[in-house]
């Protein structure tokens, strides 16, 4: 039996029944590791001997027979701007080149609740700032689909490892896209969740008016598993809140479908789209017509400022957050060659930064300007209420949005990395969910030139077990 | 335009005048990307800080006595460190 190609639930199955144990499952997922990840590089950092001591634990309870929970001894990846106590948490980042997580993010808390076994950190975008992995200071991720392309970004090195069954499953976390559109370019099922449905206590901030930690998995019934071990109230972050339990049998949508109202946005099909990518997307959401659902066309008039207004907030919110590295608490620091104070900053920054992070610092630090703040981040944040105001809108005539979750497929590596603006723009159908808070969907629908194309489901606030439950109709069927 | 030595004096990043000459470019284009936003009209709108609305949510500000071994695991994560103090640079 090839362990690694299991779900969830096919593993849970597995332990559950002796047919293989703990350790032999983490020790296959560990020598795949070993096998495949020269070339695809999804890992930064491999936790080996915690992955065996976890798996340890667990063969015990089995061995006494006790009640599994499902996510027990399941390996599983996680995004390197996610804190495991006692492992290396870089963030894709030289200035944390060697700092050790010294407490577990509230997510890890919930999966060592459960029992999951963690593999390693993934790779990423430094401090998630990128749509290819190609901004990590510590070399890019390859895609598994085609090595010579990007597996997309910032979560890249998550969906990689899921992709490449390097892992059962991967945490990654969404600012501006950072979840869907990996697992779209990999061909991986990756959620983003409602703000708030998470904590996001223990990930390192990169705007936290939009950061989401959401799971990347092979199945839609394995994404909402790993959501509900996840979700909920933290009290270590005050914009964490409690929503209902998804329920974990599946609902039978397919009555529901009969009646189901799909919203189609006219500006996510806009020029720029590769033609072949809509007639993909297309033809998905017309398979949900055939279930019965009824296909509106709809209209997001703010759609074309969302990606200004998001690389006005988002720079601006980070340019605060990563004021923390200063090269005296922790990480890397030029202390010891420079004299003064001020030098300490300056050098530690300017040299333990990226291109990219520095880029955005400085975007964010003018957009706060005085003199300027009143027309650039005031000025966003109001045309981010419009954006809200668009899918409320929508929201009272439909029950679900699907688009695509990029206008192209993965692109090659290095194609677009002179250009800020041009990558900019991979993102331009997954940034608006973020400003209005939304729970959204990547959900594999076909491939274009053997590449992976990804059906972005959107929907209203708090609903994601409705959208897990839709994406689940089509997922049968491809 | 604008002055990105004064930005990155304020972002305490300490670039090289060629960079510093290539970030100006970059911004600019960038920000003339941003001149879109004008067409929208605002008046009336509310800004958005938090996509929904939350009360501000308190505690009582009692400090939580951490274990000395943790303590001692944050002093060690500092560069420069002095017996249990983390050490900076004279600022007078």
Redesign the interface.
């Known amino acids: 039996m090839n362990l690694t190609t299991l779900t969830i639930t096919q593993t849970h199955q597995g332990l559950k029944d002796k047919k293989f144990s703990a350790l032999e499952l983490a020790n296959a997922y560990l020598d795949k590791i070993k096998q495949s990840d020269k070339d695809i590089f999804a890992y930064l950092h491999v936790t080996e001997k915690l992955a065996i001591e976890q798996a340890k634990k667990i063969d015990d309870l089995i061995f006494k027979n006790e009640k599994l929970p499902l996510l027990a001894g399941i390996p599983c990846a996680i995004k390197d701007n996610i804190l495991i106590k006692g492992e290396q948490s870089t963030a894709g980042s030289k200035i944390l080149e060697n700092?050790?997580a010294?407490y577990d993010a509230g997510v890890i808390k919930k999966l060592n609740k459960q029992g999951s076994v963690f593999l390693g950190k993934t790779n990423l975008d430094e401090f998630a700032m990128g749509s290819s992995t190609e901004n990590s200071a510590f070399g890019p991720t390859k895609n598994p689909c085609d090595l010579e392309r990007v597996p997309g970004g910032s979560s890249g090195g998550s969906a990689a490892a899921v992709a490449a069954d390097e892992c059962a499953f991967a945490l990654g976390s969404d600012t501006g896209g950072s979840v869907r559109l990996p697992a779209s370019f990999c061909g991986v099922v990756g959620l983003k969740p409602s703000?708030?449905a998470v904590s996001r206590n223990g990930l390192i901030a990169f705007a936290s008016?939009l950061d989401q930690i959401g799971p990347i998995t092979k199945t839609v019934e394995d994404a909402k598993i790993v959501f509900n071990a996840i979700r909920g109230r933290d009290?270590m972050d005050?914009?964490s809140v409690e929503i209902n339990p998804a329920s974990a049998k599946t609902t039978a949508w397919q009555s529901k479908i009969q009646n189901l109202r799909i919203g189609v946005p006219k500006e996510y099909f806009v020029k720029g789209i590769n033609p072949e990518v809509e007639k993909t997307i297309r033809s998905a959401i017309k398979q949900y017509e055939k279930m019965g659902a009824k296909i509106k066309e709809i209209s997001l008039p703010?759609t074309?400022?969302a990606l200004?207004?998001y690389?006005?907030i988002s720079p601006s919110e980070a340019?605060a957050n990563l004021?923390r590295f200063?090269?005296?608490?922790?990480?890397y620091?030029e202390?010891?060659n420079?004299?003064?104070?001020?030098?300490?900053?300056?050098?530690t920054?300017?040299?333990g930064?990226g291109k990219e992070v520095?880029?955005r610092?400085?975007?964010g630090?003018?957009a706060l300007?005085a003199g300027y703040y009143d027309a650039?981040y005031?000025?966003?944040?109001?045309?981010?209420?419009?954006i809200?105001e668009d899918f409320n809108k929508a929201f009272q005539d439909i029950d679900v949005i699907m688009a695509p979750v990029s206008p192209t497929t993965a692109f090659k590596l290095g194609e677009k990395v002179d250009d800020?603006?041009t990558m900019y723009l991979s993102d331009i159908f997954t940034i608006s969910v973020n400003?209005?808070?939304?729970p959204a969907l990547s959900l594999p629908c076909g491939k274009v030139d053997n590449l992976p194309v990804g059906l972005q489901l959107i929907g209203n606030?708090f609903e994601e077990e409705k959208i897990l439950d839709i994406a689940r109709e089509l997922e049968y069927r491809v | 335009m604008f002055d990105v030595k004064h930005i990155a004096k304020l972002a305490r990043l300490g670039l090289s005048a060629q960079e510093l000459a290539k970030i100006q470019k970059e911004l600019s284009s960038i920000f003339d990307f941003f001149k879109e936003l004008e067409q929208v009209d605002v008046s009336d709108v509310k800004p958005t800080s938090h996509a929904y609305f939350l009360e501000n949510i308190v505690r009582e500000d009692v400090a939580k006595k951490q274990l000395p071994k943790t303590v001692a695991q944050l002093v060690k994560s500092a560069p420069e460190t002095k017996n249990r103090y983390v050490k900076v640079k004279p600022i007078l």
Do not use: C, W
């Open positions: 700092y050790i010294p703000y708030g008016s009290e005050s914009t703010h074309k400022y200004a207004v690389y006005i340019s004021a200063d090269g005296i608490k922790y990480g620091s202390s010891k420079q004299d003064n104070l001020l030098d300490v900053y300056l050098q920054r300017g040299k930064f520095r880029r610092i400085m975007l630090i003018y300007s650039y005031l000025k966003a944040q109001k045309v981010r209420t419009r809200i800020p603006i400003l209005a808070g939304l606030v």
